[in-house]
């Protein structure tokens, strides 16, 4: 089965509206979809329209607090109520504390010496999640590094230079969000945590508050990251999840959405979602 679970349009950091990534998903067969912006919900309407015939679920990645460290949710199936709608007030107030942030990134760069247009760069932002991508592309513009990746490596980076931190919302909290709102929860991109122990402690902790899911089947894994967090999955009975991560021109590396999902693990992921092969949702 072809699906694409983790993917992000310009509601957040993608180059590519909500409609063309998923009609671009659907060109490469893709039959469970699911956009998942930043801290966003907005881009599912426009996703849903664009595949008729195909199981598209509401969702989002979620961007956590946790011991110190970034744990990025993905949420699917987000349902109608009082818990989708306690979730997107939440998820205002993030985006408040965002540009909040984004101010601030920019007033540490001119401490710097680099002066950029905190203002301009909220006005492009517009109707959309800002985050530190926002300031790497004006950093580029400026002339002031080469490329978006040079800006994170010498400025942007966690606690580097330029780095301000905000008030994200707990794990905790993004949980009961998520079952709150009906979601079914994985972690994405497990390597980012730069510890399989740590990994297993998390879901160790965390599983009965719905933390059920990992994104073993990361799009950009090769075949030997794959199998440690296959591994892990089976060890721990935990769902596989998968996607491209895909971001259009910013992140051109991967250049189009959709990976393959093989047996058994697509039955069980439908079972878990609770869809049928193609069953729009």
């Given at each position: ?234 060890q721990m009975a935990l769902v596989v999840t998968g996607g491209s991560d895909f971001h259009g021109d910013a992140m051109p590396e991967v ?27």
């Amino acid at each position: 089965m072809r699906i694409d679970l983790h993917c992000h349009s310009t509601h957040s950091d993608g180059s590519l509206a909500a409609a063309e990534v998923a009609a671009r998903a659907g060109k490469q067969g893709v039959e469970l979809f699911c956009l998942t912006d930043h801290d966003s919900l907005d881009g599912y309407p426009a996703t849903a329209a664009a595949l008729p015939g195909v199981t598209v679920l509401r969702g989002l990645e979620l961007s956590c607090k946790h011991d110190g460290k970034t744990i990025h949710l993905l949420m699917y199936g987000v349902k109608q109520g009082p818990g989708a709608d306690a979730l997107a007030q939440r998820l205002v107030g993030v985006l408040d504390d965002r540009r909040s942030r984004l101010r601030a990134i920019v007033d540490r760069l001119a401490e710097l010496g680099i002066h950029l247009d905190g203002d301009q760069i909220l006005r492009e932002t517009a109707g959309r999640t800002a985050g530190r991508p926002d300031v790497a592309r004006a950093l580029v513009a400026a002339k002031a590094v080469r490329s978006m990746r040079e800006a994170f490596e010498r400025y942007l980076h966690d606690n580097g230079p330029a780095d301000v931190a905000f008030a994200r919302i707990s794990l905790a909290e993004g949980l009961e969000l998520g079952r709150a709102a009906g979601a079914r929860m994985s972690l994405a991109h497990p390597h980012t945590l730069r510890s399989a122990a740590l990994v297993a402690d998390l879901y160790r902790r965390h599983r009965s508050e719905g933390l059920e899911g990992i994104e073993a089947l990361y799009g950009r894994y090769a075949h030997a990251e794959r199998e440690v967090w296959l591994r892990m999955a089976k060890q721990m009975a935990l769902v596989v999840t998968g996607g491209s991560d895909f971001h259009g021109d910013a992140m051109p590396e991967v250049t189009q959405p959709g990976i393959e999902m093989h047996e058994p693990h697509a039955t069980r992921l439908r079972a878990w979602l609770e869809v049928g092969a193609a069953a729009s949702a």
